[in-house]
C-alpha cells in the first residue's frame, strides 16, 4: 500500500514537471503534444518566393496576423511554390503548423482584412 502511495505520487509529479517543460520549450513537437496551447488561425499573405528545401519542398517565413490583430512570425513548408499576392489562412498552435489553405482575402475578417493589405 505504502509503495503503491509512492508510485502514484511520483507519477504525479513526473507528469507536472513534463506539462511545466513543455510550457516553456518552443519547438514544433511540444506545441503539437502540449493540451495547454490553443489552436489558432493565423492569416499570411505570400510576398516571397519559397526557399528550396529538397525537390518538392518549400520553406516560408512569413508575418502574420492572428485573429487577435497581433503580428506573428510563422515557418511552414509547402509541397509546391505558392502564388505571389496568394493570402492563406494557417491552422497553428504557436510554433507547430498543422495545415493552411488559400482564402480570398474577403473572406477573412475585418481587422486581418485592413493589415494584410
Known amino acids: 500500500m505504502k509503495a503503491l502511495k509512492i508510485a502514484i505520487g511520483t507519477l504525479i509529479v513526473a507528469v507536472i514537471i513534463i506539462l ?9 513537437l511540444a506545441d503539437m503534444l502540449n ?5 489558432k488561425d493565423v ?10 528545401i529538397d525537390q518538392k519542398t518549400y520553406e516560408y517565413t512569413l508575418d502574420g496576423i492572428n485573429e487577435d490583430g497581433k503580428k506573428i512570425k510563422i515557418t511552414f513548408t ?9 493570402y492563406l489562412k494557417v491552422d497553428t498552435k504557436r510554433t507547430y503548423v498543422k495545415a493552411w489553405e488559400e482564402v480570398q482575402l474577403n473572406d477573412t475578417p475585418s481587422i486581418i482584412r485592413d493589415k494584410l493589405k
Open 20 to 28: 511545466f517543460m513543455s510550457l516553456l520549450v518552443k519547438n514544433e
Open 35 to 39: 493540451p495547454f496551447i490553443h489552436q
Open 43 to 52: 492569416f499570411v499573405k505570400i510576398d516571397q518566393i519559397g526557399k528550396t
Open 78 to 86: 509547402a509541397g509546391k511554390q505558392l502564388r505571389e499576392g496568394a
